[in-house]
């Protein structure tokens, strides 16, 4: 829908105010225009927040010798002010706040879940073969061509969807047809998931040209055990990428697969302090999953070493201490999002060859973006099964229907009918859940213990 002039003027306020940080910063303390940037969020999102984090973001506002004050002001004397504006305005604005209470009365109006945000596979296509990456097993035959990705956005703006991800295959094989819906959807947020060999100083002033969308590269920890997983050669070109971006004023974050055998190395103080220093701002914490019929069950945690993911990452992102770095844990943070945030509770996954799935580690469709409307996709059988079943467990310790509840998702798949939509080798649920059932039953004592501690509240 075309933007109105109240969008329009609204979305100009909140520019005037990131600018008005943004130059200020040089010069002092900004607290005052972060507090009148708070004020216009709680101004369009209401209660769709709590009044706790509009508190939170006030205080942090009037702590400029805190860490995240700190954190900011880094990010600010570091990336190019263009981009840092351009994708504040579209991550934070459009996708974040406008963009969110839109799906939200979509999601009233049309009864399905209506995601934030969308995970695009633009290619199957990868120049690695990483273990335990759900991607390594599906070759190099398919892709989503220009014109579906673009058709794909230009329905979810409708929506209210203003935030694309993008991982694959390695999606950087697809840079400039990425580009080209950069310059098209400027008012959107992208992201991309990257090995980071394909980074390089063209793409970089691309990037600086554009200024809606930056990567995370992916990294499993030092040279050994990274390249363990990711081939030989891999680190040292995942940092020059890194240090590429950081010479250019671009931000990125580093996408992260834990597992039994590097999760000590991943949150240690050596290997954080290194991201840090090459400028990276954020870091997604990924559990391992045992997708595919070769999947290796020994990569995942134990209940102990899955408590410690838990505490660490709180550790690091946490108000005083830790690290001057923002961390996500995919898995463990499923009590701030209510559970499970598949099918469109807040995202969705489309593959190379159009299916929609309800989650990237989920291979499961009953609807192509190559027959129907994002809409229809959205209320396909699987979606609305999950809908109603959301969120399948009230420890949000134990979110998914997979991996902590494995009964569920071979429930779900049966009911609905929805297919394998692996494109290597078809696994059917309960062998996908099967390598689950153990894992399940021995993290639940230690989700309930600290469920039960009061850390949910």
């Not at 700190?70 to 994708?87: A, C, G, M, S």
């Not at 296509?125 to 990705?149: D, K, V």
């Not at 991309?192 to 554009?210: M, P, S």
């Not at 059988?381 to 959301?390: E, N, R």
């Amino acid at each position: 829908m075309a933007k109105n002039l109240a969008h329009i003027a609204e979305r100009k306020a909140f520019e005037m105010v990131l600018s008005s940080i943004i130059n200020k910063s040089k010069k002092g303390d900004i607290s005052k225009e972060v507090l009148t940037l708070v004020d216009r969020i709680e101004k369009i999102l209401g209660d769709s927040w709590e009044a706790s984090s509009y508190a939170m973001l006030r205080e942090l506002a009037c702590s400029p010798d805190s860490k995240w004050a700190r954190y900011t002001n880094r990010i600010l004397e570091d990336v190019d002010p263009h981009i840092l504006k351009t994708f504040l305005l579209n991550a934070g604005y459009e996708a974040g706040f406008r963009g969110y209470k839109t799906s939200l009365e979509m999601k009233e109006k049309y009864g399905c879940n209506i995601p934030w945000i969308v995970l695009m596979d633009p290619t199957t296509a990868c120049n690695m073969h990483c273990t335990g990456c759900w991607a390594a097993e599906y070759g190099n035959r398919l892709n989503l061509s220009f014109e579906e990705m673009d058709k794909v956005i230009t329905e979810g703006k409708e929506l209210g969807i203003y935030a694309y991800l993008f991982t694959g295959g390695e999606p950087l094989v697809r840079k400039d047809d990425i580009i080209k819906l950069c310059e098209k959807h400027k008012d959107v947020a992208f992201h991309a998931f990257t090995n980071g060999t394909l980074i390089d100083e063209q793409f970089c002033k691309d990037l600086l040209r554009v200024g809606n969308f930056f990567v995370s590269v992916s990294i499993e920890g030092f040279e050994e055990s990274n390249d363990g997983r990711r081939g030989e050669g891999h680190y040292k070109k995942a940092l020059a990428a890194m240090d590429l971006m950081h010479e250019n004023h671009i931000p990125f974050g580093v996408s992260i697969c834990y597992t039994s055998k590097n999760y000590l190395t991943v949150t240690g103080d050596e290997f954080l302090d290194m991201l840090i220093d090459k400028g990276c701002v954020f870091a997604w914490y990924f559990h391992y999953m045992p997708v595919g019929v070769n999947a290796d069950t020994n990569l995942l945690l134990t209940p102990e070493q899955r408590e410690y993911m838990y505490n660490k990452v709180r550790e690091i992102r946490g108000l005083e201490g830790g690290k001057e770095l923002f961390a996500i844990d995919f898995q463990n943070d499923g009590e701030f999002v209510h559970g499970c945030i598949a099918a469109g509770e807040r995202y969705c996954h489309i593959n190379a060859n159009g299916d929609v799935e309800p989650c990237v580690f989920i291979h499961y469709s009953g609807a192509n973006i190559k027959e129907k409307s994002l809409l229809e996709c959205l209320q396909q059988p699987l979606f609305l099964a999950y809908k109603d079943g959301q969120p399948f467990n009230d420890n949000h310790l134990r979110p998914c229907p997979m991996l902590e509840n494995p009964e569920i998702l071979q429930k779900l798949v049966k009911e609905t009918g929805a297919k394998s939509t692996d494109l290597e080798a078809p696994e059917t649920c309960e062998h996908l859940c099967s390598k689950c059932v153990d894992y399940a039953n021995e993290w639940r004592p230690t989700a309930e213990r600290l469920w039960a501690e009061g850390h949910h509240k």
